[in-house]
């Protein structure tokens, strides 16, 4: 299990079974859960005012026990998982959660029906889902640009030998541009229409296109529909910030690399990570700034949890890592 800030992936034997938004639909009345991810988010606008979304992870930690433990028990129903059967689980955590972040994420699987829980550092599910030699004296930058939380790393032993991380991922993107919108034109727009506006008009290199892109927009005074003509330049300002957050991580964790594992890095290049690493020219700037060949996976959301899914088969041989990540 791969529980994003803004998107869930589950993975069993039979390949991925769960690939949507990390979203739960409870009903406040009775306070049972509807729906778990698109199901979720549908509902949400077309029933009744007693069925109320919630996102329970914000930049890559827990928020809400209770409903992180309801997503994930909706998770193993969309799975065919019961209760009764007590699976055993892998999930995935950031390098930089905190011991009570790990804690709550392993308790709300538990909770859920889990009999055995192990957790396994994003980088180093990343490093097994992309084939890299990760438990060779060998070093591999893997670099993980989420929703809610990036993380730069080099690899090596079955360890990560530096990192550095930040709070700070795509998400924030798409609130920057919602912001830039109601300041500049007095309304305010819906999270899906943030990421497309990111997804067509943004780039890393921050070279404004002369593209532009028409939304529907509800005006912040009035409430009425509009249409708002959206243009390069915009989506440009709001991705700036993250991009240079993100440079300088990447720079600070090639910094701190030891200098055969440097050697190494130079050689083999850096891999991307995670559905940000998707924007537009982040790679080109990546390896502009640090000298560093840097590409995007193939499928750089699912690399993640495709290498918690050969994990499963691998638990002994890789127990070593589940410790170190357990702490």
């Given at each position: 299990?791969?529980?994003?800030?803004?998107?869930?992936?589950?993975?069993?034997?039979?390949?991925?079974?769960?690939?949507?938004?990390?979203?739960?639909?409870i009903?406040?009345?009775?306070?049972?859960?509807?729906?778990?991810?698109e199901g979720a988010s549908d509902l949400v606008a077309r029933t009744s005012r007693h069925i109320v979304a919630f996102?329970?992870?914000?930049?890559?930690?827990?928020?809400?026990?209770?409903?992180?433990?309801r997503l994930v028990s909706g998770l193993f129903d969309r799975a065919g998982v019961s209760a009764l059967s007590r699976a055993r689980v892998v999930m995935s955590v950031p390098s930089l959660a905190t011991a009570i972040e790990r804690r709550a994420l392993r308790q709300a699987a538990i909770q859920a029906g889990a009999r055995e829980v192990s957790l396994l550092e994003a980088p180093l599910a990343a490093g097994i889902g992309l084939g890299l030699p990760v438990q060779e004296p060998?070093?591999?930058?893997?670099?993980?640009l989420g929703a809610g939380a990036?993380?730069?790393?080099?690899?090596?032993?079955g360890g990560i030998v530096t990192r550095s991380a930040r709070r700070q991922g795509g998400s924030d993107v798409d609130a920057a541009i919602a912001t830039r919108l109601r300041h500049r034109f007095g309304v305010v727009i819906a999270p899906t229409t943030a990421e497309r506006l990111k997804v067509l008009l943004g780039s890393a290199r921050g070279h404004a296109s002369p593209q532009r892109e028409r939304v529907m927009a509800r005006t912040v005074e009035a409430g009425e529909l509009v249409e708002v003509d959206v243009d390069a330049?915009?989506?440009?300002?709001?991705?700036?910030?993250?991009?240079?957050?993100?440079?300088?991580?990447?720079?600070?964790?090639?910094?701190?690399?030891p200098p055969d594992l440097s050697q190494d890095v130079s050689a083999r290049g850096m891999t991307l990570v995670g559905g940000h690493a998707r924007l537009r020219d982040f790679a080109e700037v990546l390896?502009?700034?640090?000298?560093?060949?840097?590409?995007?996976?193939?499928?750089?959301?699912?690399?993640?949890?495709?290498?918690?899914?050969m994990c499963l088969d691998e638990m002994s041989r890789l127990h070593a890592l589940f410790r170190e990540a357990d702490r």
């Open positions: 299990m791969d529980i994003g800030t803004a998107n869930s992936r589950v993975a069993t034997s039979a390949g991925i079974v769960f690939d949507e938004p990390t979203v739960v639909a009903d406040t009345r009775s306070g049972e859960v509807v729906d778990v991810g996102r329970p992870l914000a930049q890559g930690a827990t928020i809400d026990f209770d409903v992180t433990a060998v070093g591999s930058a893997v670099t993980v990036s993380e730069s790393t080099v690899l090596s032993l330049e915009l989506v440009d300002e709001a991705v700036a910030d993250v991009v240079h957050a993100a440079t300088a991580m990447v720079q600070e964790a090639l910094a701190e690399a390896a502009r700034e640090t000298g560093v060949d840097v590409r995007v996976a193939a499928d750089p959301e699912l690399v993640i949890v495709r290498g918690l899914q």
